[in-house]
């Protein structure tokens, strides 16, 4: 049962990392303004970007992304 466990797990960190390095690629081939979420490119609104300044992601990718990484994105 464990090796089942850790296979699992390990098939899904292996789909994040790929996720992750898609996000990355599109992100530095791309002039993403400052008001532009990193993860999707739609507009971080203004209210967002005062309250957070240093954020770089929209509410709704934040908020998926702190489903999938358990609140350490």
Do not use: N
């Amino acid at each position: 049962m464990a090796d089942d466990v850790d296979m699992i797990q390990h098939l899904d960190e292996m789909a994040m990392d790929g996720k992750l390095a898609a996000i990355r690629s599109r992100t530095e081939t791309t002039d993403l303004a400052p008001e532009d979420c990193d993860d999707c490119g739609g507009d971080i609104p203004m209210e967002r970007r005062r309250a957070a300044p240093w954020t770089r992601r929209c509410v709704r990718c934040q908020t998926l992304a702190e489903r999938a990484f358990g609140g350490r994105a």
